[in-house]
């Protein structure tokens, strides 16, 4: 059973950026770290438009993809390269960094450099993992498995509170709706936030197409900005978005990649709901 608390989730802190703060926080970045010269122009590209939305921005890029569909598919630079690409990011752009461990050896490097540490859905009954992770003392985004309820995600988070870690996000990201799709059940954003921790919607995976290539997966990105407004207007602290400046090119996930250009504009939108919805709330 879930249980269920009325007060608002612990503010949890990232470097200069609050999850659930007064501001709804923008997680964002390629699906995969696809060289040093992408990633450094992402972030600076992602940077440059989240300070002109007044948008607080943690960048998110994979150094390893080791959930693809097919063992042929482009994975990233790997964990040595990867952790030093982001290390640039965080020193010369000033931004928080986040990407995904895969297994538990990877926790201490990670947690060396990386400001979230992510379980990856499909990784999220992992119990040694999530433990691992939350023992590094990083902050933790723990994202819900397709194949989960929201009030299943409630062990997930006792089992990284178990180690001592309150420093928690948790991500909707679609659950399975029949093969080879995903459907986004706005509850889920209500009741997960009531286990006292700030809660994120990833619009971009929410509108994957799993494995429908056959040896890849599709998308329904005309879907992102709709999911990624409803959202706002249930009441999110952080919204996950992958980008990229070419999504038909993308290394991984192109065809749920939100493209770059069209961020500013998304980012409008949704700062005026989350404005509208807290002037409510206080009125």
């Avoid at 000033?94 to 990784?123: N, T, Y």
């Avoid at 700030?198 to 990105?221: K, M």
């Avoid at 602290?237 to 038909?248: G, I, K, M, R, S």
Wanted: aromatic share 6%; net charge neutral.
């Amino acid at each position: 059973m879930v249980e269920h608390s009325q007060s608002a989730p612990v503010p949890v802190m990232v470097g200069s950026v609050v999850f659930g703060g007064p501001s709804l926080v923008l997680i964002a970045g390629p699906c995969v770290i696809e060289s040093r010269d992408s990633c450094l122009r992402h972030a600076s590209k992602l940077g440059a438009i989240a300070q002109r939305a007044g948008v607080p921005l943690v960048f998110k890029s994979s150094f390893d993809k080791a959930n693809r569909t097919s063992h042929e598919s482009f994975r990233g630079v790997g964990l040595d390269e990867g952790l030093k690409i982001l290390a640039e990011v965080k020193k010369d752009l000033g931004l928080p960094v986040l990407s995904d461990v895969h297994e538990v050896w990877q926790v201490d490097p990670c947690a060396e450099v990386l400001d979230v540490l992510q379980i990856p859905a499909l990784l999220s009954r992992q119990t040694d993992l999530v433990i691992a992770a939350a023992r590094s003392g990083r902050a933790v985004n723990l994202k819900k498995g397709q194949f989960l309820s929201p009030w299943d995600m409630q062990a997930v988070v006792r089992k990284a509170e178990s180690a001592g870690n309150r420093r928690l996000l948790v991500t909707e990201r679609g659950f399975c709706f029949g093969y080879n799709n995903l459907v986004s059940d706005m509850r889920s954003l209500v009741v997960m936030r009531r286990f006292g921790y700030p809660v994120v919607f990833d619009a971009t995976h929410s509108v994957q197409l799993p494995g429908a290539g056959g040896r890849h997966s599709l998308g329904q990105r005309e879907f992102i900005a709709p999911l990624a407004r409803a959202a706002a207007a249930v009441g999110i602290d952080a919204l996950f978005v992958e980008v990229h400046e070419q999504p038909e090119r993308a290394l991984s996930d192109g065809p749920n990649a939100y493209p770059l250009d069209e961020l500013p504009s998304l980012l409008e939108t949704l700062k005026r709901i989350t404005d509208a919805l807290r002037n409510h709330a206080q009125g």
